[in-house]
């Protein structure tokens, strides 16, 4: 039988029989937390979340970012915050629950390891206070900012709103709904913009992948085309450059060079100015090696922009200004620029990547840019600059004639 000294009155104890004793004084100290009765609640609830203004600032601009908008009489797009919030309710539940429960693991391992005398029913019942607690910790600082939003319970939400409020709430928890709420909000936007926008079309995105995996042709409408277009899914991306998603894939479309005759391209869609409505088309698209190719070189090169074939690229000649632009001019930059000769004044670079994407690229640097292996680009660049002067000569003697009458 093992003894210990006893702290209180210095006496040889039972070393198991103190232990007990010592369990007993921890445990009984902390009473388990009792479930709190809510009243019931009506079907058009409302819920008022305490949120600072860098939150609404960014689940507004989110909003607006990923469609969730309204147009106002003078045409300026307003977000629409009662779906934005809905759709994160609906897609993001789950998942910061599965988050939430990970860190209160994390809490009860710790109080186990450096607290071994607390029974299981105080490692839980502390892991809630400390979990409530961080909760009402984040929140407290943006009760006094008075910057609300109103969640409210739909039909789409209802089962999540119903959920947060009894099952959350009321099951061992000591924050408050508004507390949840904000710590939701809060976690959503930890993520970057690219897997938010999956969050957001969690649906959508699982949909795709399916069609994508059994290699499906579907039906998809975009923007605000109404009719469906023919599309074989090849793969969903993110482009870096926006940190939005991309599905490439082919799509059949008409020759424009030949009216009436359709032909495959390979194209690259804006997951979230896809419609939500897809169907399994009855007319397959095979894709070639050829264009598999494209693709995979489009994924390395500019998601946001398809290439039609393996090994596309433009030669450009930049000024001194031009190549200066190069770091200046971030937006739809190509990934891929290798300088490979100079001449006089005049830097020599080879660009990888879609024809479509570069030239738009290279349109915006003027006459610091000239395209040297693309006849069709030259000539754009020669009409776009021709109506330049044009302009700039009428608008000239308009003002002129002005001053002199």
Same mark, same amino acid.
């Given at each position: 039988?093992a003894?210990?000294k006893?702290?209180?009155?210095?006496?040889d104890?039972d070393?198991?029989k103190?232990?007990d004793?010592?369990?007993?004084e921890i445990?009984k100290?902390?009473?388990?937390?009792?479930?709190k009765?809510?009243?019931?609640?009506s079907?058009?609830e409302?819920?008022?979340?305490?949120?600072?203004?860098?939150?609404?600032?960014?689940?507004?601009q989110?909003?607006?970012?990923?469609?969730?908008?309204?147009?106002?009489?003078?045409?300026?797009?307003i977000?629409?915050?009662n779906?934005? $919030? +809905?759709? %994160?309710?609906?897609n !993001? &539940?789950?998942? @910061?629950? /599965?988050?939430e *429960?990970?860190?209160?693991n994390?809490?009860?391992?710790?109080?186990?390891?450096?607290?071994?005398?607390?029974?299981?029913v105080?490692?839980?019942?502390?892991?809630?206070?400390?979990m409530?607690?961080?909760?009402t910790?984040a929140s407290e600082?943006?009760k006094n900012?008075?910057?609300?939003?109103?969640?409210?319970?739909?039909k789409?939400?209802?089962?999540?709103?119903?959920?947060?409020?009894?099952?959350?709430?009321?099951n061992?928890? $000591? +924050?408050? %709904?508004s507390e949840? !709420? &904000?710590?939701? @909000?809060? /976690?959503?936007? *930890?993520h970057?913009?690219?897997i938010?926008e999956?969050?957001?079309?969690?649906?959508?995105?699982?949909?795709?992948?399916?069609y994508?995996?059994?290699?499906?042709?579907i039906?998809?409408?975009?923007?605000?085309?109404?009719n469906?277009m023919?599309?074989?899914?090849?793969?969903?991306?993110h482009?870096?450059e926006?940190?939005?998603?991309?599905?490439?894939?082919?799509?059949k479309?008409?020759?424009f060079n030949?009216p009436?005759?359709? $032909? +495959?391209?390979?194209?690259?869609?804006?997951?979230?100015?896809i419609?939500?409505?897809?169907?399994?088309?009855k007319?397959?698209?095979n894709?070639?090696?050829?264009?598999?190719?494209?693709?995979?070189?489009?994924?390395l090169?500019?998601?946001s922009?398809?290439?039609?074939?393996p090994?596309?690229?433009?030669?450009?000649?930049?000024t001194?200004?031009?190549?200066?632009l190069l770091?200046r001019?971030?937006?739809f930059?190509?990934?891929?620029?290798?300088?490979?000769?100079?001449?006089?004044?005049?830097?020599?670079?080879?660009?990888?990547?879609?024809?479509?994407?570069?030239?738009?690229y290279f349109k915006?640097f003027?006459?610091d840019a000239?395209i040297?292996n693309?006849?069709?680009?030259s000539?754009?660049?020669?009409e776009?600059?021709?109506r330049?002067?044009?302009?700039?000569?009428?608008?000239?003697?308009?003002?002129e004639?002005?001053?002199?009458?």
């Amino acid at each position: 039988m093992a003894y210990i000294k006893c702290p209180g009155c210095n006496r040889d104890v039972d070393q198991n029989k103190y232990e007990d004793m010592l369990k007993k004084e921890i445990n009984k100290k902390i009473e388990p937390i009792k479930v709190k009765k809510e009243d019931t609640y009506s079907i058009n609830e409302t819920t008022n979340v305490y949120v600072d203004q860098d939150t609404l600032t960014k689940l507004d601009q989110d909003a607006l970012d990923f469609g969730f908008s309204r147009i106002k009489s003078d045409g300026t797009a307003i977000p629409n915050r009662n779906a934005f $919030i +809905s759709a %994160i309710m609906i897609n !993001y &539940y789950d998942e @910061f629950n /599965s988050e939430e *429960e990970q860190k209160a693991n994390v809490i009860k391992d710790t109080l186990k390891k450096h607290l071994p005398l607390l029974s299981d029913v105080s490692v839980n019942t502390l892991s809630t206070y400390i979990m409530g607690g961080m909760d009402t910790l984040a929140s407290e600082k943006v009760k006094n900012k008075k910057m609300i939003i109103k969640v409210k319970q739909t039909k789409a939400n209802e089962d999540i709103y119903t959920d947060i409020k009894y099952e959350h709430i009321n099951n061992n928890s $000591i +924050s408050s %709904i508004s507390e949840f !709420y &904000y710590s939701m @909000f809060k /976690s959503y936007l *930890e993520h970057p913009q690219y897997i938010r926008e999956q969050i957001i079309f969690k649906k959508k995105f699982k949909e795709i992948n399916r069609y994508i995996k059994k290699g499906n042709t579907i039906l998809i409408k975009y923007k605000s085309n109404k009719n469906y277009m023919n599309f074989y899914p090849y793969k969903i991306v993110h482009s870096p450059e926006e940190n939005h998603n991309y599905v490439l894939g082919v799509v059949k479309a008409e020759d424009f060079n030949n009216p009436g005759q359709m $032909i +495959s391209l390979c194209i690259s869609y804006r997951f979230d100015n896809i419609g939500d409505i897809i169907k399994l088309s009855k007319d397959p698209i095979n894709i070639t090696e050829e264009q598999r190719q494209a693709l995979e070189e489009t994924i390395l090169y500019c998601p946001s922009s398809a290439q039609q074939m393996p090994g596309e690229h433009t030669i450009v000649a930049l000024t001194k200004n031009g190549v200066s632009l190069l770091e200046r001019i971030y937006t739809f930059r190509p990934t891929y620029i290798d300088k490979i000769d100079q001449i006089d004044d005049y830097s020599i670079y080879k660009v990888l990547g879609s024809n479509f994407q570069i030239y738009n690229y290279f349109k915006r640097f003027g006459a610091d840019a000239i395209i040297l292996n693309d006849e069709k680009f030259s000539e754009e660049q020669k009409e776009m600059a021709s109506r330049i002067i044009q302009n700039y000569d009428l608008i000239r003697k308009e003002l002129e004639d002005k001053r002199k009458s």
